[in-house]
């Protein structure tokens, strides 16, 4: 039953709206077991929880876990020569032909193992949990075939039982056409409705069914079909949407029902009228808009029309080959115009309520699970201005310390 103390700000991230974060100063956090029992200022804590053995924050920040909603964690391989070539100003024609794209890292994840899979996810994961991340969405999409898409949705739920990092999975089999389908699509849509949907179902692997809904990838009547598969076998729709054409992709995301539409940079007014009226949430991914040289997610007129705007790294090899979510917060307010308040309910509560698990976490309040990090910085301003390797000294996931680092070994924080 620890009273954590010492906190020079404490983020509840409760209120309903984009930066409604909950800034309390010289805060304190009670749990007891897996769960939290109080959040708010020292001096109103009641008095059942005074003589709860005492932990210090060290004069930290302390938010809710981070909740990373959009990543595609397992895949083999890396494609820093795709990363040179677009320098060079090649098309994605130019690099799939020179034997690059996604197509490269289709061949690479065919060729692991379950094993080797969840391995090299566990890396990234380990990284992940230091930078206070606490829960993280992961996307097959790299098999395409029956057997490596069901490989790639075990090695998850593998990460899942080892824990300590919550993991989301979700099925993305229409991510893109697999080159053995090039010139009989249909047939390959065939096999994600008939097979895959069905045995990722049977076995429950995922939570959620994402497709690619882009002119390079899948268009909207194709996705359509996709999605009226998944929802009769109980997978809820998630999809990529608007990224580089408007291609009413955030229109369908409405219509079906789906928790989020993610990317957006590209998202037509109709569009988001259509998911503000859904109560869809908008995914903005910084890190790959970056890379890609793209104009940003038009993320203030999302938040304007009552659209909630989460903030995840896209974590893939080819267009966001990083997973340092902090970063995409950082992107976020510089790119997006997002306030660091509004960035940081982006990664926690909205994020949360994007996995459809903002009942459990994503904010700090009573009864949620006690998923938190504490960050050496003063605020979430001073945090996401003075970007760092990383801020993040401690760790917490259900109520138990699972990292933590010595906040004298990284750079000053304080004014
Ligand atoms: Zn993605």
Redesign the pocket.
Known sequence: MPLLTNISTLYTCAGPGQGDVGAIADGALAWEGATIRWAGALRDLPAEFRAWPREDAAGGMVIPGLVDC???LAFGGWRAGDFERRLRGETYLQIAEAGGGITSTVRATRALTEDALAERAAGFLGEMLALGVTTVEA?S?YGLELDAELRTLRAYRRLAEAGPVRIVPTF?GAHTVPPEFRDRREGYLDLVVREMIPAVARERLAVFC?A?VERSAFSVDEARRVFQAATAAGLVPKL?ADQITPGGGAELAAEVGAVSA??LECVSEAGITALARAGVVAVS?PI?TLYLGQAPQPSRRLIDAGVPVAVAT?F?PG??PSHHLPLALTLACTMQRLSPAEALQGATRIAARALRLDDRIGSLEPGKQADFAVLDAPDVTHWLYQFRPNACVRTVIGGVTRCTRDPSAHSESRP
């Open positions: 959009h990543t595609h996307k999409g993305l994402d690619f990529h993610d990317h991914l790959a896209d893939n267009s966001a």
